[in-house]
């Protein structure tokens, strides 16, 4: 009974959109329910999508709590953690992704420069400086003290 009646109603609106009647069912049925859809944050629709996960699976849950109001409480705490994790999530993912995007972007700099690196300084050998022997070296057989 409930389709044919919106079956009814919508055949009425789309074929007589320009009456005064059906203008006004679809400024109480389109046009208010979407500019209250509009106005929702994120943290609303995750409560929504959670209480009504709760109120459909969690029968024992909602009857072990003792009433929907502390069901209601959870699903409010349940999704404050869930927006807590996306928002987190979210600005981990942008910084990775502009870290990234800074890496290509001096790689492919790189190879579009394409100037002359710097030459190298040549190799000379080390020569073994000489030195003078220490005044305490025992390059007389250690036994000039003795004298």
Known sequence: MTAGWMALLLLTMKLFPDVPVVRAIHDSLIVKPLAWLDSLERRHMLFALVFIGIALG?????????????????????????????????????????????????????????????????RRARVAAARKPANDSDADGGWAWAA
């Open 58 to 122: 969690g029968f024992e849950m909602i009857a072990v709590l003792g009433s929907a109001d502390v069901a209601a409480l959870l699903a409010w705490d349940i999704s404050l953690y869930l927006d807590t994790v996306i928002a987190v999530w979210t600005m981990s993912t942008i910084g990775k992704a502009r870290g990234a995007a800074a890496y290509l972007r001096s790689r492919i700099a790189g190879l579009l420069s394409r100037r002359p690196s710097a030459r190298t300084r040549k």
